[in-house]
């Protein structure tokens, strides 16, 4: 482990999708808290915004490390390698108290949105958002836990509550989100269950078919006819990872009876007006998933060793640091899995 330095340089995101380079002090782990060195963080489509308007906070919600240093209290041995979670949830309040830790009440900051986040060179947490990792998985590796089978496991068992027999699945939106559900639903679901994807992105959709989905380009055909087309009729599941009010609607008029919608991108909205005779006929359920509870990583991890390479296909690109503004023109083109910065 190198000496921790007192100062290091960082990316900083100017706004109009420039990305500088500034100083920034390296923080002391308070009581309860970690300092991570990181060692990976992977891009998202989340931080389009922050890419856009600029942020004075270093983003990168998709992090993992080793913990370089540790504060008064905190057990976590330095050198540990792990991923780190992205919200500082309280541990206390009604939803921590059930595990659903990604609906804490009494949140403290979002890692990499309002606290610094795993662009920069080190990221400084509390301990309960650290998850550590065998050192059997690399760190690149560490960060599918998240953001890919973190939130797309979690997308399933937001559906399994209400839906026991799970035979079909509609994904529209193949970019990383879109990926890792196709992925979780093949390793929670079983590898036969045809899931069908649609983008308007060929690679995307070559990516998705490598993995074993099945492939429908929305701009030449519609969700029905794409289905149709690879002899599936209606979905009893759909997983939005578009984020689009049409496709949201169009995906909602194909359920099947007891079908189900979950809703993982934001943005968009949804008009269930027309369908509603219907949504009450088949006993469809609308269920929005947002991100996942903490205590899902061990059984993913899990997961990940068990099919680590099917898993690492969706990884398509790896950068340095130093290359992180070409990293972030590449991804927003499309033509990406999953986009890491390693250090
Ligand atoms: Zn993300
Ligand atoms: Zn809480």
Do not use: W
Request: hydrophobic share 40%; charged share 20%; aromatic share 6%.
């Amino acid at each position: 482990m190198n000496a921790i330095p007192q100062e290091v340089t960082v990316p900083h995101f100017v706004g109009g999708g420039r990305i500088v380079t500034t100083a920034k002090p390296v923080p002391q782990p308070g009581a309860g808290q970690l300092l991570i060195e990181v060692k990976a963080n992977a891009l998202c489509g989340s931080e389009r915004g922050q890419f856009r308007d600029g942020t004075p906070v270093t983003p990168g919600h998709e992090a993992a490390g080793v913990v370089a240093a540790a504060g008064p209290g905190a057990t976590t041995r330095v050198g540990t390698p792990g991923a780190i979670f992205l919200m500082d949830f309280c541990g206390e309040c009604r939803s921590c108290a059930l595990g659903h830790t990604n609906q804490c009440l009494a949140k403290r900051g979002d890692m990499g949105f309002n606290r610094d986040g795993g662009y920069g060179v080190y990221e400084l947490v509390h301990e309960s958002l650290f998850f550590p990792t065998p050192s059997d998985v690399t760190p690149t590796e560490a960060t599918l836990l998240l953001d890919i089978m973190g939130t797309g496991g979690h997308a399933i068992r937001r559906a399994s509550l209400v839906h026991k027999d799970i035979q079909s699945v509609l994904i529209p939106g193949a970019g990383p989100i879109g990926l890792g559900l196709l992925a979780m639903v093949k390793l929670m679901l079983g590898k036969d269950i045809p899931v069908v994807l649609s983008d308007v992105v060929p690679y995307r959709l070559e990516l998705a078919e490598k993995m074993g989905g099945l492939p429908v380009l929305a701009t030449e055909m519609s969700l029905a006819e794409g289905m149709k087309r690879h002899g599936l009729e209606l979905p009893d599941v759909v997983f939005d990872a578009a984020g689009q009010e049409r496709v949201r609607d169009e995906s909602m008029a194909l359920l099947a009876h007891r079908g189900v919608l979950v809703s993982v991108a934001h943005g968009g909205g949804l008009t269930i007006k027309n369908l509603y005779a219907d949504f009450v006929f088949r006993e469809m359920t609308l269920i929005g998933s947002e991100y996942f509870s903490y205590n899902e990583l061990p059984g993913n991890l899990e997961l990940l060793r068990a099919h680590r390479d099917y898993l690492n296909q969706i990884i398509t690109h790896r950068f340095g640091v130093g290359e992180i503004q070409h990293a972030f023109e590449l991804f927003f083109e499309g033509n990406t899995g999953k986009v890491i910065i390693e250090q």
